[in-house]
């Protein structure tokens, strides 16, 4: 069983540009997402959070069940929802205001003990930097080195690795894939400064001048986005990096196709 920890949460979406558009709540949250995705695909997989008794909570309920999550390790509470409200601008680029305080998942707290079969556990991404609930997702990492029978190594190794660092799930996903290779050494988020550009990658292997991206199709679909995409990627090459790309649906629907690209990569600096 795959859990995956952090936040559940609405995004209010504009239905077209413009500071006072019609919204539109759409089930959210970098951690919900990946559970729901991880459920569609037929893995077993369980959600730990805390989530709201309001509307918009048991909205979220409603589609992890729907997608076949286990949600016995679902906290509820009378707080609201947290809300990420959304805004584009004139390029159809997308910014987020979130609006947290006092909100459910805010004040989750540490279980004690991890789902029956737990083999791998994924956190994320704004409850890692949120406290009081920081703290209990870190406790609840920590709880990882406390799994015993089959699946207690893959549990050890992405506890080790994890990093709040890690911008959403989807990038830690890849991440847990690529330390599958221990011929790479990879961080997330790391800076590079180049000629022109300073730089966070999404994952970055120093020692081999590897860049691997982890790219949704949300966020590069603009103009603009695809505009930065061609100048960060060109002056990351011009300084003597070898940028890898992958998107959503070949982590998370195809892993197998990731791992042969990585296998590749690996035997050319074998």
């Known amino acids: 069983m795959i859990v995956v920890a952090g936040e559940a949460l609405i995004d209010l979406v504009p239905q077209r540009?413009?500071?006072?558009?019609?919204?539109?709540?759409?089930?959210g949250g970098g951690p919900y997402n990946t559970a729901v995705a991880l459920g569609r695909l037929g893995s077993r997989t369980a959600f730990c959070s805390r989530i709201s008794y309001d509307a918009f909570g048991k909205a979220l309920l409603d589609g992890l069940r729907e997608a076949d999550v286990d949600v016995s390790a679902v906290q509820r509470g009378t707080?609201?929802?947290?809300?990420?409200?959304?805004?584009?601008?004139?390029?159809?680029?997308a910014a987020y205001s979130f609006y947290v305080e006092g909100t459910a998942d805010r004040l989750f707290t540490a279980p004690e003990r991890l789902?029956?079969?737990?083999?791998?556990?994924?956190?994320?991404?704004?409850?890692l930097v949120l406290e009081p609930?920081?703290?209990?997702?870190?406790?609840l990492l920590r709880g990882a080195a406390k799994v015993r029978g089959r699946g207690r190594r893959e549990c050890l190794r992405v506890a080790q690795h994890a990093s709040g660092l890690a911008a959403n799930p989807f990038e830690s996903v890849l991440r847990a894939i690529i330390l599958e290779f221990p011929e790479l050494e990879v961080e997330p988020q790391r800076e590079v400064v180049t000629h022109s550009l300073v730089l966070?990658?999404?994952?970055?292997?120093?020692?081999?001048?590897?860049?691997?991206?982890?790219?949704?199709?949300?966020?590069?679909?603009?103009?603009?986005a695809h505009d930065l995409?061609?100048?960060?990627?060109?002056?990351?090459?011009?300084?003597?990096?070898?940028?890898?790309?992958?998107?959503w649906e070949q982590v998370m629907l195809r892993p197998e196709y990731v791992r042969e690209v990585i296998t590749r990569l690996v035997r050319k600096i074998a």
Do not use: M, Q
Not at 133 to 139: C, L, T, V
Not at 203 to 222: G, I
């Open 115 to 127: 789902p029956d079969g737990t083999r791998a556990v994924s956190f994320g991404t704004c409850s």
């Open 200 to 224: 966070h990658p999404d994952l970055v292997d120093r020692d081999h001048r590897f860049v691997f991206e982890a790219d949704s199709f949300e966020f590069h679909t603009s103009k603009r």
């Open 17 to 27: 540009a413009g500071t006072l558009a019609p919204l539109k709540p759409v089930l």
């Open 229 to 247: 995409d061609c100048e960060r990627f060109t002056a990351l090459a011009l300084a003597g990096w070898l940028v890898i790309r992958f998107s």
């Open 133 to 139: 609930g920081a703290s209990a997702y870190e406790e």
């Open 79 to 93: 707080e609201p929802t947290t809300l990420a409200l959304a805004t584009l601008d004139e390029n159809g680029s």
